[in-house]
């Protein structure tokens, strides 16, 4: 059975750094792009980055200069380095993926928690 497992939130003051990471495990041939998703509470969830499995990347609006994702394909894993905190980023982060195992199908991560304060 296919599943993402994320780690690496928690609580930072603002202008801090925190490093999430997504690791895909199961019977997996393949995963396209990866994203990296936030929702706060009464928020819609919000597209934060995106890494193909060749290595493109695009970003938000909201965390271009800070954000950087990056993946590692032979790990099946996504990572998100999150720089400048601001109390805004709080969010519960989400780890996303198209993945074929028996078939494509989208995954999504159980989320972490990030919190800045002020």
């Known amino acids: 059975q296919v599943q993402l497992v994320e780690s690496g939130g928690g609580l930072v003051q603002a202008g801090g750094s925190l490093r999430l990471s997504c690791a895909a495990s199961?019977?997996?041939?393949?995963?396209?792009?990866m994203y990296w998703y936030r929702q706060d509470p009464g928020k819609q969830r919000e597209l934060v980055a995106a890494a193909t499995s060749g290595g493109s990347t695009t970003y938000a609006d909201s965390v271009k200069g800070r954000f950087t994702i990056s993946r590692d394909n032979a790990k099946n894993t996504v990572y998100l380095q999150m720089n400048y905190l601001k109390p805004e980023d709080t969010a519960v982060y989400y780890c996303?993926?198209?993945?074929?195992?028996?078939?494509?199908?989208?995954?999504w991560g159980q989320g972490t928690q990030v919190t800045v304060s002020s």
């Open positions: 996303n993926a198209p993945i074929y195992s028996s078939g494509w199908a989208n995954y």
């Open positions: 199961g019977s997996i041939f393949s995963i396209a792009s």
